[in-house]
């Protein structure tokens, strides 16, 4: 196994007791830490919870091309209808994960939940497939997307070289990174900033649509469930796009140690922000749909950007900078977040030692961090990035519905567990029926690239084994894996 960690953060506690391989440890609610040692700090107040969780939903999509509900759904009534939904099930699945945020006070979003509900073996699988493709996937992606959008104003008259685009992502990629590493504190407080631009690019949507509405432009909801049937398959898919844009809302979870109050700002942090993001999200695709019709968004490829141009004039060119300013916040907050589930994966055995230190003046987790840099500019450079995002979709909700499955575990396998927040058993139920539901109809739909999702995350059963389980290791692979 990965020799343990000498350096562990200090929390508030967990109900569960451990053991080695992969158990999370007790720990004394009541104790400060040690003297002399370098614990992560309770840095995460309520807003800055509040801004994690919309600075990382909110990322370009909505400004982009919410065409995906739409194009399955076949009319606008439809679609609205599907956004609002996504958004109460989102809810739920929040719901359950402030549930869990406060009864078990330990970092690492998903890896911590499964681990103490199902074991080691699948937390180790969830963290593995994190670590090598899905984050730094996701972050090549949406960096990609803020490379795009803050030159846009530059380029106005032409095609962007993709060089340049990929070479100022990279720049933006190594921000995040740097930011993240020096202090929790200033990067709380650019993620704050980033969250209040996202609002007010969705102001500057929702605003002018309102404006609309006043004036009579209603002719895109005349007969808004009228138009193309949507399919027995495609409704569930625009479910799926659906809670796609809407994920993030467990982000805060990851970085549970250092929350003020947990037992208060989690619950209260993530039901102020799901509120604020359906509402957002409802509004703005109301307001695209007071100047532009169904067909018009399906053939638009930055809807946000159109709808500016026909309503705002030269007030326009600010639309991909706050583009931009979204999608960096959505790097920030997701590098803050996912590197904490580095950082506890580590504490617990399942990832090298190295990535469970902390910077001794910084108090950041800085290896966990750093650790993605590389990996990330991997894919931006040489990944088919949307095809691989694609393979390891279904992977996201097949975990968050097994984290949600294993909350109504343990209700049964610890019915005396503290629970200072609790939901009623049918919201965990028809949240992970949704979530497993998704994951098989997207194995019926798509088998070709959800199987090759489906070989990629297998093959962390043998990287389990092979890593952790197997002891008599070689010297040479011993040091090799930093014991």
Known sequence: MFRK????????????????????????????????????????????????????????????SPKGI?????????????????GILSLFGALCYAELGTCIKK???????????????????????????????????????????????FFMQCEIPELAIKLITAVGITLVMVLNSTSVSWSARIQIFLTFCKLVAILIIVVPGVI??????????????????????????AFYSGMYAYSGWFYLNFVTEEVENPEKNIPLAICISMIIVTVGYVLTNVAYFTTISAGELLLSKAVAVT?????MGNFSLAVPVFVALSCFGSMNGGTFAVSRMFFVAS????????????????????????????LTMIMLFNGDLYSLLNFLSFARWLFIG????????????????????????????????TCLFMVALSLYSDPVNTGIGFAITLTGVPAYYLFIVWDKKPKWFRKLLGK
């Open 347 to 374: 504490r617990e055995g399942h990832l090298p030692e190295i990535l469970s230190m902390i910077h001794v003046r910084k108090h950041t987790p800085l290896p966990a961090v750093i650790v993605l840099h590389p």
């Open 70 to 86: 739409l194009k399955n759904t076949g009319s606008v009534g439809m679609s609205l209808t599907v956004w609002t939904v996504c």
């Open 402 to 433: 097994l984290v949600v499955a294993g909350l109504i575990y343990l209700r049964y396998k610890h019915p005396d567990m503290p629970r200072p927040f609790k939901v009623p058993l049918f919201i965990p139920a028809l949240f992970s029926f």
């Open 107 to 153: 970092s690492g979003g998903h890896y911590t939940y499964i681990l103490e509900a199902f074991g080691p073996l699948p937390a180790f699988v969830r963290v593995w497939v994190e670590l090598l493709v899905i984050r730094p996937a996701a972050t090549a992606v949406i960096s990609l997307a803020f490379g795009r959008y803050i030159l846009e104003p």
């Open 212 to 237: 609309q509405l006043i004036k009579g432009e209603t002719q895109h909801f005349k007969n808004a469930f009228a138009g193309n049937d949507a399919s027995v398959m495609g409704l569930p898919l």
């Open 5 to 64: 960690a000498a350096v562990t953060t200090v929390s508030n506690g967990s109900y569960l007791q451990g053991q080695a391989n992969g158990r999370l440890p007790s720990m004394d609610s009541g104790q400060p830490a040690p003297e002399g040692k370098v614990v992560l700090k309770k840095k995460v107040t309520l807003l800055r919870g509040i801004s994690i969780i919309i600075g990382t939903i909110i990322g370009a999509g909505i400004f982009i």
């Open 307 to 311: 709808f500016a141009e026909r309503l």
